[in-house]
């Protein structure tokens, strides 16, 4: 299969986003042999009128869902529709400069084997792909840490198709957060390590969300379950047993914050979901897990 690349999005109430996104999308994609998907898990707010003024039919593949089965289950159902040999998993929110996605296509050229994790530039600050933290477990990696990234962040991240499939791709149960490093921790310990590209895109963060106190509260829930779900998902047992005392000790202050922020209930129910699913989350992987081993290399390896 030749090099390409096909745009997966997943969309949700992202009408006037992605009006104002796509059209850079389209420039940067002329005369290159890019391909969209998009996946649409709030199908009436217009993004498929948008689309099909941006993008050639033959372009372009719309897959809708009013059942809104989360971001991880879209991208893997959007993965499952590509037929070139690499994605790129790209927030509806993010704009591209022209010359973006030749540059990224360079780096699959170079690295066509590998995941690669694309800068974002967000909340004031650039980051490249996901980082390790010894409080939150996962964080968004600064751009200027020197070490590789542990994977590339969902919100855009290059896979080769064959290895996001192989991998089983996100493990839908987390549904709209974690799922990026639920697959770096796997994948690290398989030995599969991300390149970090030095490309930023200017990124909103967060448009989904914004201004609904529901879906506030719906984040708060994930936050704190999801975060306990993928420690059990993806680490061993020794490094487990060290790291359970110190997110412990986390969420007792995660708990101080959201409760000045009104949002205590949804987490602490966020907790208590984590622990009762957690041991069911783990027979869901059977394959490596992240080590001692995994921590002492990922800390040590700089950046190429």
């Given at each position: 299969m030749a090099t390409e690349l096909t745009i997966v999005t997943?969309?949700?109430r992202s009408g006037d986003m992605l009006a104002e996104t796509l059209p850079t999308w389209a420039r940067s994609a002329a005369g290159l042999p890019v391909r969209f998907i998009f996946a649409d898990n709030w199908p009436d707010d217009g993004c498929e009128k948008v689309i099909a003024g941006c993008l050639d039919d033959d372009r372009y593949e719309y897959l809708p869902d009013s059942s809104n089965p989360g971001f991880a289950a879209g991208c893997n159902r959007a993965v499952?529709?590509?037929?070139?040999?690499?994605v790129l998993l790209l927030n509806p929110d993010v704009w591209l400069p022209d010359d973006a996605l030749a540059r990224i296509c360079a780096a699959v050229a170079e690295h066509p084997d590998a995941p690669v994790a694309v800068g974002l530039a967000m909340h004031g600050g650039e980051y490249?792909?996901?980082?390790?933290?010894?409080?939150?477990?996962?964080?968004?990696?600064?751009?200027?840490?020197?070490?590789?990234?542990?994977?590339?962040?969902?919100g855009a991240?290059?896979?080769?198709?064959e290895l996001f499939r192989r991998f089983g791709g996100f493990y839908e149960h987390l549904f709209a957060w974690g799922e990026d490093a639920d697959l770096a921790f796997r994948l690290y310990a398989?030995?599969?390590r991300t390149h970090g590209l030095d490309l930023v895109l200017p990124h909103a963060g967060g448009h989904s969300v914004d201004g609904d106190q529901k879906l506030q509260g719906f984040r708060a829930f994930l936050l704190a379950r999801n975060r306990l779900l993928v420690a059990a998902r993806t680490l061993t047992w020794p490094l487990m047993l060290v790291a359970v005392p110190i997110l412990a000790l986390a969420h007792v202050a995660l708990a101080a914050r959201r409760m000045r922020q009104g949002l205590l209930r949804p987490f602490?129910?966020?907790?208590?979901?984590?622990l009762v699913e957690g041991p069911a989350a783990r027979r869901q992987w059977n394959g490596?897990?992240?080590?001692?081993?995994?921590?002492?290399?990922?800390?040590?390896v700089r950046r190429a």
């Open positions: 997943v969309l949700y499952a529709a590509a037929t070139t040999s690499h490249v792909g996901i980082d390790l933290n010894p409080i939150s477990l996962f964080i968004d990696r600064s751009a200027a840490v020197s070490r590789a990234p542990l994977g590339p962040s969902g991240a290059v896979f080769p198709t398989s030995g599969l602490l129910r966020g907790v208590g979901r984590g490596r897990r992240f080590g001692f081993a995994a921590l002492l290399s990922y800390l040590t």
